[in-house]
């Protein structure tokens, strides 16, 4: 019986360090397994004994392509510990920071990693040889959220103008106003990316998956809310250990995330638009449909799709706190220390990031603990891989392997926030 | 005229692009750091006519090895500035402004071989003797621009 191997030894196009390895037997695979080989972080050990106050700051650090949805998250558990809840108008402008964040992360990811997968294009570089019009229209709209999170946070990449409590001082009126013609300009350009994107040869597959996210009961859950799955699941942020479990399996270096009951479950894009549709608003559901997508997709290779749905949706968010914004007179609350203890969760552009700290007296750290989504979404990567094998058998290897190395960038995995990145191995034994 | 040190100065021999590019502006070059992804840099491309790029090279050259390149004259190599977010970097942004014809007149393109890609903020002695005589040379080719 022949044996095939496809092995990948440093995925292109991902954040960080992993690999693949497939190996099969005939028509039977015997093995998938996607390794994060990124050094382990310690990150949570090192927090221990930190000032509270620092942790949104040092979490941060975790990534250069995420770092809002470690502050919001560390900022919100330990408002939590000690006791405090933070004003509406700063929450307002959170969530205008956390739209810059999507928006530059989704276009990077989406328009300048993914697409190449479809346009059989190498990489970014092919594409803006073929169609320059779509890099630079692609390139704009990135830097419209730079913009926004250099405004609100004082520089494009880890923002020092956050803190527990708020913000150290209100972002400047004229230059968020400033920020509107882009804004608008953009949200009709991320329709027409998401349209052209949607005319792409999407391979066919569809799973049931578990959408894990969180839901707001006002708005499209960005960086509050509580934990709902398609399957009936409803809890509070402080519940997350109640229900999900990290392992740690020996050919990875990022924890893998379960439901309680051993199941896989999808964090990210797919999961947020399948449980919050309802609350997009009418041009982004037009979008949607130009698109031809339901209230639900999934389809994983139209996560791409689902991705500048978001970013337009994020642009027409970040354009209405931009239109009534009238900057705080008190840009943050006091946080005096106390011992508690807080969770915190956001919705990072890759999924669901949990947060939780344990604080003494004096406000140290005593214990803290983070859940990324690339280690939640890890098992479900590692189904979808044995699904597409098995689907695409009749593949030659170099075939195959493009196919596995596309269905891993269905994820957008932030391999370094996993770790606590890739290479492809299949083999046909 | 821009110098820019690419890297993250957190990650040791990575930070020795910051290195060189804060020893020049100290000593009252127009230079700048860039860490994060590679289509930032894209943005710097637009505003400037000459640019310099510094950043750490992962060659299995011996380390301290300088390269120096002419981005403007020839295409950049692939896999020497791969240590980046995303695997968007140095030479993807360069790349891709010269398909979109962005690609400033003259960008110089200067790589120091690193040893120690690990957590930390200092450099290893001999990638910082390299960091420092580049800053020379750099201050000397460089002076009669500005």
Not at chain 1, 256 to 271: E, F, I, N, Q, T
Not at chain 2, 78 to 93: I, N, P, Q, V
Request: glycine fraction near 8%; proline fraction near 5%; aromatic fraction near 8%.
């Amino acid at each position: 019986m022949s044996e095939r191997i496809l092995q990948v030894d440093a995925l292109a196009r991902v954040e960080g360090e992993g690999a693949l390895y497939v190996r099969l037997k005939g028509d039977e695979i015997e093995k998938v397994e996607f390794r994060i080989f990124e050094p382990p972080r310690f990150f949570e050990a090192f927090l221990q004994g930190r000032d509270a106050h620092e942790t949104p700051d040092i979490t941060s650090r975790i990534c250069g392509i995420c770092p809002i949805a470690y502050i919001m998250g560390a900022s919100q558990a330990v408002e939590q510990a000690l006791g405090v809840s933070v004003t509406p108008e700063i929450h307002e402008l959170r969530r205008l920071i956390y739209c810059g964040e999507w928006i530059q992360s989704h276009v990077l990811h989406a328009a300048m990693l993914h697409a190449p997968d479809f346009l059989n294009l190498h990489d970014a570089i092919k594409i803006a040889e073929v169609n320059p019009e779509l890099v630079k229209t692609a390139l704009r709209l990135k830097k419209i959220g730079n913009s926004l999170m250099e405004v609100v946070g004082g520089r494009a990449v880890h923002p020092v103008n956050t803190r527990v409590g708020g913000f150290y001082s209100a972002p400047d009126k004229a230059k968020v106003k400033a920020l509107l013609p882009e804004l608008e300009w953009g949200i009709a350009a991320a329709r027409d990316v998401a349209v052209a994107f949607s005319k792409f040869d999407f391979p066919d597959d569809e799973y049931d998956y578990t959408f894990v996210s969180l839901k707001h009961p006002e708005t499209y859950a960005i960086a509050e809310g509580r934990l709902v799955s398609n399957r009936g699941l409803d809890i509070g942020v402080p519940e997350f250990n109640d229900h999900f479990f990290e392992e740690h399996v020996a050919r990875s270096n990022a924890l893998h995330g379960h439901m309680k009951d051993g199941s896989a479950y999808l964090v990210g894009p797919l999961a947020r638009y399948a449980n919050n549709y309802a609350q997009l608003t009418d041009a982004v559901k037009e979008t949607a449909a130009l698109c031809g997508l339901g209230e639900v997709v999934r389809n994983p290779f139209k996560s791409i799709l689902v991705r500048m749905i978001e970013v337009q949706y994020a642009l027409e968010e970040a354009a209405r706190i931009v239109r009534v914004y009238e900057p705080p007179k008190q840009p943050f609350i006091d946080t005096p220390p106390r011992a508690g203890e807080g969770h915190g969760c956001t919705e990072a552009p890759r999924g669901i990031c949990y947060h939780t700290y344990k604080l003494d007296a004096e406000g140290l750290v005593t214990h803290a603990q983070i859940v990324p989504p690339t280690s939640q979404n890890q098992p479900q990567i590692e189904a979808d891989l044995t699904r597409v094998v098995a689907a695409n058998m009749d593949m030659a290897d170099a075939d195959l392997q493009w196919r596995c190395e596309q269905t891993i960038r269905n994820y957008d995995p932030c391999i370094s926030c996993a770790t606590h990145f890739l290479k492809l191995t299949v083999e046909r034994v | 005229m821009l110098i820019v040190g690419i890297g993250n100065a957190f990650r040791s021999d990575d930070g020795v692009g910051p290195f060189v590019a804060e020893g020049l502006a100290a000593k009252g070059f127009s230079a700048t750091v860039h860490a994060g992804d590679g289509t930032g840099l894209m943005d710097l491309f637009d505003k400037h006519d000459r640019i310099v790029l510094v950043d750490a090279t992962r060659s299995n050259a011996e380390p301290g090895t300088l390269i120096a390149l002419d981005a403007a004259a020839a295409k950049l190599p692939a896999d020497l500035f791969h240590y980046s977010t995303h695997r968007f970097g140095l030479a993807e942004a360069v790349e891709t402004a010269r398909a979109l014809g962005t690609l400033p007149q003259s960008v110089l393109v200067y790589g120091i071989e690193g040893e120690d890609f690990g957590a930390g903020t200092a450099l290893s002695p001999v990638v910082e003797s390299a960091a420092v005589a580049l800053i020379s040379q750099l201050v000397e080719s460089l002076g009669d621009v500005f």
